[in-house]
């Protein structure tokens, strides 16, 4: 009875070319399978595996909104990452067209969907900023919260499943959303070019928070207010350029490395207090 008493596996594609029980399927997702999987791998060993059917459905659409509640439907037994279902809002479809309104060297990728730029050759995998990051960055950046994010990821994802985070709120302007993604971007670019000592990277989030710190001086606007483009620009103009991002981040070093926190203990990392004595330097700049 797994046949008729398993939802199986749904797999949503943008076409398929069926040639008679073999199926060509492009640009895929498995939307729904994971406990199927997950029940047949643990009964492997089983003498009657071989004789067990599993429902698989294949759907081909180009509809972005179609490929969401296919998913959500699919998914409404099983609760799935708060940062997976996210990528389904209309908040992130925009946010994403948000990103894709620059180009040439501020371009970035926002993957709201896992793997959606995998079939795509001419996009740099560096380049490509995934749910997670984006909400690491965010939240380190413009929450100043870079703790949390550094060791305690799945706490930001609990208040963000109750609704306590504010993150992908539907009222929020895209702009500091990007803007933090694009100087986690360009903090990593100088990491792999080995312009910046890779020690510090563990201490990344807490160097994105007082980048923002350092070099917007004025109060910070609303999340909701359109004053945060203006705010955010001013960052932008220095991240745009590689001369003066570097030196900025270089400063920010220097706070680290000033303040009562040691960059290479994980516990010092994780911790509310280093977090505040890295401010209260910054303040005393």
């Known amino acids: 009875l797994f046949s008729v008493l398993n939802n199986g596996v749904t797999i949503v594609a943008s076409s398929i070319s069926p040639t008679g029980d073999k199926f060509t399927i492009r640009d895929y997702q498995i939307v729904n399978g994971c406990q199927t999987s ?3 791998f643990n009964s492997r060993n089983s003498a009657h595996i071989g004789n067990v059917n599993v429902p698989v ?34 908040f992130q479809r925009s946010l994403e067209q948000y990103y894709n309104s620059y180009n040439g060297d501020s371009r970035l990728y926002y993957e ?39 060791s305690f990821f799945g706490t930001i994802v609990s208040r963000l499943n109750e609704g306590k985070a504010q993150i992908f709120t539907p009222d929020h302007v895209y702009s500091p959303y990007y803007t933090s993604a694009f100087a986690y971007y360009k903090l990593e670019n100088h990491f792999r070019k080995r312009n910046i000592d890779t020690s510090y990277k563990k201490v990344r989030f807490h160097i994105l928070m007082l980048f923002r710190m350092m070099y917007q001086p004025d109060p910070m606007p609303p999340l909701n207010s359109k004053k945060m ?12 350029n590689e001369n003066n991002s570097l030196l900025a981040f270089k400063e920010c070093l220097k706070i680290i490395d000033t303040a009562d926190f040691d960059k290479a203990d994980k516990q010092d990392i994780k911790l509310l207090s280093k977090t505040e004595k890295v401010l209260r330097s910054e303040e005393r700049r």
């Open 112 to 150: 709201r969907r896992s793997k959606q730029y995998n079939t795509d050759s001419s996009v740099l995998k560096t380049r490509i900023i995934t749910v997670p990051y984006q909400i690491k960055s965010f939240a380190a950046m413009f929450l100043d919260n870079p703790h949390q994010v550094t």
């Open 57 to 90: 459905k294949i759907i081909a659409t180009d509809d972005d909104e179609i490929k969401n509640r296919i998913t959500l439907a699919t998914n409404n037994q099983t609760p799935i990452k708060k940062e997976q279902l996210a990528s389904l809002t209309a």
């Open 229 to 240: 483009d203006t705010y955010c620009q001013n960052l932008l103009d220095i991240l745009n």
């Open 38 to 40: 997950n029940v047949l």
